[in-house]
């Protein structure tokens, strides 16, 4: 288990799709396998009908509620009840109930034998069989021994928890203490037999979130092929924990082994001692007789809970239920019978009928990859790339119509995870008919610590948008959710969704079936506007037909007024109808946060836009004119600052005297990579070529929105220039920083705006007349090429009516951030967006960047607090200074000047959060 850890360490984010069908196909039959050893153990529990009922008892309460402390307490409810039915306690009672009912219907001539006459239920169900043990085979622990072991045990079981409680108080450095508590509880507390520790383990690494709900789902599908009973398990999830978190995976090995087993070992010595001296009593055989019937109905709870996880495929590694794929249900089916049938026919080993199970289920999954079935994605629980499982308690808090379950915490904070399903189409139901059509998406809420549910004070959601469009709202959350809270304060729930189409969401917006068919299609060249736009025009014919067959009749509702309306939806999940929207939006997110309050401004309760897209082109222009207008700013602003910082800051500086001298300097130097790009050799798996592209759209394009990341670049950009490529290559030349947003951001700017041949030149020549003219006003206009081409090219029919409109007037006025110098949504954007909706007011921090958080500004962090709690908004349009040295600074400089500053911890927090958040190296993705 130790060595299966250590490997799947070091497995990449994606596996082959073969290992994907495999890993599934060994859940399937593990399902199988455990379904029929509970069949079998409920054949010898269910001695009478009560037996009966409380098989069915321990099942179903077993999946309402799940708590390690929840199944010894259903075992034992279910010894109480065998042991007062059995000795009659309540007969008396219920006899006289029964007489009194009798007397009041009519006497027929059924037959009435007494009831005394009648057989004791149970009566001849309490013997046990005798068993002769060897005397040198048995336990020499006398009943006081045992109950020492007992009253020790117990002492330190109270003890480790005592300790785990300060540790999770005092969370630094106690990870692998609270491994081997957790352990060390679970194993104390499980019941049933090893299917059900299974769940429970998930419960208390998953959802801790030490180790990923997918690194779960594959050990768990490889341990059915080891030896040992399920609680080795335990041993693969310490060392792999402990190996996440930067520790030694041969600690947290022995740590969760010592854990799992030793409460086991102690107690079951003790037990054994007590019992020579009790299982002569009468009641406790009674008793054992409803444990053992209620510990059966927890393994069919078991089997259930593993159902719903069995399922794993690249497009939801967390995993999902069998029941998606009918494949898995027949696989399932198989080692069912299969086992069944081995056990009464072959009088082998349990060993042998397992191998037999599992290798025709390798069969079948291979016949299905030999096939090439596709695997079809459906709705995905929470939990996207970051995954945190299926967990273990749904909750539904006052007032709110969906249930949440933990999937985490982030800085001391509860992480809750929930799906909600919105119609295809919210304006005309027609259209999702026949079969009622729908999205799914995804929310990940990031509770706040004084969260209150009382009627009339309940904590209000601030829902979030990172941008995009495309960008993962759950992704958001995980990733900054901890520095945006610090902003915001604890008066508000962190709230955020994938966008339908995006991410999680589901059906996901793809033009490509399947990853391998994206590296296989993908593939064109469009780099060079004039000598590659013939093929890039013949490849975007395919594509665009590709898109809408893949998407079918979905792909149309792909658009930002459905996901507008699809806000709705979620307010009403979260009971937050009446209250309004709470809503902060980052670039792409401010022309969602525009439509919102357009379409729906009597909810429009405290919308903040920061980052702004100009609405009226987003959705009317064929040319998005005005989004790159101050790109070239930025890029003058990164020479001007470099000269100021000088040589011991930016690495670039000794190369010209003046900010003009060094911006066309580097144009010229990048530019030179356009004829003779360089070649680079790292080893013998790590080489290529750097060109013009990379470095100018992967590296300058994308530094432009972060201005603390200047310093890296400067220092990349002098090394390439004195001959050294490598740095260069690493950080912009292996991969293209817009690859990982999938095809959700063609679908969604695509099907907003003026797309398709009706609305574009018609054939190659004609359309480049138009888009050179545009692309040479900026020194980063040919990064749309690609887009314009599939917008022209675009077969998707428009299904929306939105038109942006003047002189709106919302609930409340929205307030509008932005930077002076923004490289994709420029000031003019914001004051268009000022414009549009009355009362609204512009706060402006002067200096670079994408958004507001792109530099620090504690005069940002005060506007927004007093507007998401107050309303309060300034009385005109103001401007904020950047604190402390936003350009060209190293972090450690950074964090030291905010130490010598004399500020309260709030301000503090603050502080640090705003420059975690400026250097956010996540970038939105373009077009």
């Known amino acids: 288990m130790f060595g299966l850890a250590i490997g799947i360490s070091n497995v990449g984010e994606t596996l082959p799709r073969a290992v994907y069908a495999l890993l599934s196909g060994l859940n399937a039959a593990t399902v199988g396998i455990i379904a029929l050893a509970?069949?079998?153990?409920?054949?010898?529990?269910?001695?009478?009908?009560?037996?009966?009922?409380?098989?069915?008892?321990?099942?179903?309460?077993?999946?309402?509620?799940?708590?390690?402390?929840?199944?010894?307490?259903?075992?034992?409810?279910?010894?109480i009840i065998t042991v007062v039915y059995d000795f009659r306690w309540l007969h008396g009672p219920v006899k006289w109930l029964v007489d009194a009912a009798r007397q009041r219907l009519p006497v027929t001539n059924q037959d009435t034998q007494h009831e005394s006459q009648r057989e004791t239920p149970g009566a001849d169900h309490s013997q046990e069989e005798t068993r002769i043990v060897p005397?040198?085979?048995?336990?020499?622990?006398?009943?006081?021994?045992?109950?020492?072991?007992?009253?020790?045990?117990?002492?330190?079981?109270?003890?480790?928890?005592?300790?785990?409680s300060s540790a999770l108080a005092h969370e630094s450095n106690s990870l692998l203490y609270r491994l081997f508590s957790n352990m060390y509880l679970a194993g104390t507390i499980i019941f049933g037999g090893g299917p059900v520790v299974i769940p429970l383990l998930r419960e208390y690494v998953v959802a801790e979130g030490w180790v990923s709900a997918r690194d779960f789902l594959i050990g768990l599908a490889l341990i059915q092929g080891f030896p040992g009973p399920n609680f080795n398990f335990a041993v693969y999830l310490g060392a792999l924990a402990a190996f996440n978190a930067g520790y030694s995976p041969a600690a947290g090995a022995v740590l969760a082994f010592v854990g799992i087993f030793l409460p086991g070992l102690v107690t079951v010595h003790g037990i054994m001692g007590v019992w020579r001296a009790v299982r002569g009593w009468r009641w406790v055989r009674s008793a054992l007789r409803g444990v053992n019937a209620a510990a059966v109905g927890l393994i069919y709870t078991a089997v259930y809970r593993l159902w719903q996880i069995g399922w794993i495929d690249e497009g939801f590694e967390q995993g999902t239920s069998l029941a998606d794929d009918p494949w898995w249900v027949v696989v399932t089916a198989t080692s069912y019978v299969g086992g069944s049938a081995a056990k009464r026919t072959w009088r082998r080993s349990t060993r042998d009928t397992l191998l037999a199970v599992l290798f025709l289920t390798i069969c079948l999954v291979s016949y299905r990859v030999a096939s090439g079935a596709s695997f079809h994605v459906r709705a995905l629980r929470c939990s996207h790339s970051h995954g945190r499982g299926d967990p273990p308690l749904a909750v539904t808090y006052p007032g709110e119509q969906i249930a949440w379950t933990p999937c985490g915490t982030l800085a001391n904070r509860t992480l809750e995870c929930s799906t909600i399903t919105v119609p295809m189409d919210h304006f005309n139901a027609s259209n999702n008919q026949p079969g009622n059509k729908n999205f799914t998406i995804p929310l990940l809420r990031l509770r706040s610590p004084n969260a209150t549910t009382a009627a009339g004070a309940r904590t209000p959601n601030l829902l979030l948008n990172p941008g995009g469009p495309g960008g993962s709202g759950t992704e958001f959350i995980y990733r900054r959710g901890a520095q945006l809270a610090a902003i915001v304060g604890d008066g508000f729930h962190l709230l955020s969704f994938d966008p339908r189409g995006v991410n999680g969401s589901r059906p996901a917006a793809r033009c490509y079936p399947t990853r391998d068919d994206r590296r296989r299609l993908a593939a064109v060249r469009d780099k060079k506007?004039?000598?590659?736009?013939?093929?890039?025009?013949?490849?975007?014919?395919?594509?665009?037909?590709?898109?809408?067959?893949?998407?079918?009749?979905?792909?149309?509702?792909?658009?930002?007024?459905?996901?507008?309306?699809?806000?709705?939806?979620?307010?009403?999940?979260?009971?937050?109808?009446?209250?309004?929207?709470?809503?902060?939006?980052?670039?792409?997110?401010?022309?969602?946060?525009?439509?919102?309050?357009?379409?729906?401004?009597?909810?429009?309760?405290?919308?903040?836009?920061?980052?702004?897209?100009?609405?009226?082109?987003?959705?009317?222009?064929?040319?998005?004119?005005?989004?790159?207008?101050?790109?070239?700013r930025v890029f003058e602003g990164f020479a001007d600052e470099c000269v100021k910082a000088g040589e011991e800051d930016c690495a670039l500086a000794g190369l010209a005297k003046s900010k003009e001298e060094l911006a066309t300097l580097v144009v010229e130097r990048v530019e030179r990579l356009k004829d003779d790009p360089v070649g680079v050799y790292v080893n013998n798996t790590l080489y290529g070529v750097l060109d013009y592209w990379a470095v100018w759209y992967n590296g300058v394009f994308p530094a432009l929105y972060k201005p603390a990341i200047w310093k890296d670049l400067a220092s990349n950009l002098a090394l390439l220039f004195r001959g050294n490529a490598t740095a260069a290559f690493l950080a912009y030349g292996r991969d293209g920083v817009w690859d990982d947003f999938g095809d959700a951001t063609k679908f969604i700017t695509i099907n907003?705006?003026?797309?398709?041949?009706?609305?574009?030149?018609?054939?190659?020549?004609?359309?480049?007349d138009q888009l050179l003219p545009f692309f040479n006003q900026s020194l980063f206009g040919g990064i749309e090429l690609n887009f314009y081409f599939s917008k022209q090219a675009w077969v998707i029919?428009?299904?929306?009516?939105?038109?942006?409109?003047?002189?709106?007037?919302?609930?409340?006025?929205?307030?509008?951030?932005?930077?002076?110098?923004?490289?994709?949504?420029?000031?003019?954007?914001?004051?268009?967006?000022?414009?549009?909706?009355?009362?609204?007011?512009?706060?402006?921090?002067?200096?670079?960047?994408?958004?507001?958080?792109?530099?620090?500004?504690?005069?940002?962090?005060?506007h927004v607090r007093d507007f998401l709690y107050d309303g309060k908004l300034p009385d005109d349009n103001v401007q904020c200074e950047a604190d402390g040295k936003p350009y060209f600074s190293k972090p450690e400089d950074e964090k030291a000047l905010v130490d010598a500053l004399s500020l309260g911890e709030e301000e503090r927090r603050i502080r640090l959060a705003q420059q975690e958040l400026a250097r956010d190296s996540w970038l939105k993705p373009w077009r």
């Open 529 to 632: 506007p004039v000598e590659d736009s013939g093929e890039l025009w013949a490849w975007t014919a395919n594509f665009v037909q590709a898109c809408r067959d893949t998407m079918g009749e979905w792909g149309a509702y792909v658009n930002t007024p459905q996901t507008a309306a699809d806000m709705n939806s979620i307010l009403e999940a979260v009971g937050q109808a009446d209250e309004g929207l709470y809503y902060w939006g980052f670039s792409y997110g401010t022309l969602l946060g525009q439509t919102y309050a357009s379409m729906f401004p009597d909810r429009a309760t405290r919308v903040i836009i920061d980052g702004v897209v100009n609405q009226f082109d987003w959705y009317d222009s064929l040319l998005d004119r005005e989004s790159l207008a101050d790109a070239d």
């Open 797 to 862: 029919p428009r299904t929306h009516s939105y038109a942006p409109k003047r002189g709106i007037k919302t609930a409340n006025p929205l307030l509008v951030l932005t930077t002076t110098y923004d490289p994709v949504c420029p000031l003019i954007s914001a004051r268009s967006a000022n414009d549009a909706f009355e009362g609204s007011r512009i706060v402006e921090v002067k200096g670079y960047g994408h958004c507001s958080l792109a530099v620090p500004s504690m005069c940002i962090a005060r």
């Open 752 to 768: 907003d705006g003026a797309s398709g041949a009706a609305r574009w030149p018609v054939d190659r020549v004609g359309l480049l």
């Open 38 to 79: 509970g069949v079998q153990l409920a054949q010898k529990a269910i001695t009478d009908k009560l037996t009966r009922l409380l098989v069915f008892f321990g099942a179903a309460a077993g999946l309402l509620y799940n708590a390690l402390w929840y199944l010894p307490v259903l075992m034992l409810i279910g010894g």
């Open 135 to 164: 005397a040198d085979r048995r336990l020499k622990i006398g009943w006081k021994s045992g109950l020492l072991l007992i009253v020790l045990f117990l002492l330190s079981f109270a003890a480790i928890m005592a300790v785990r």
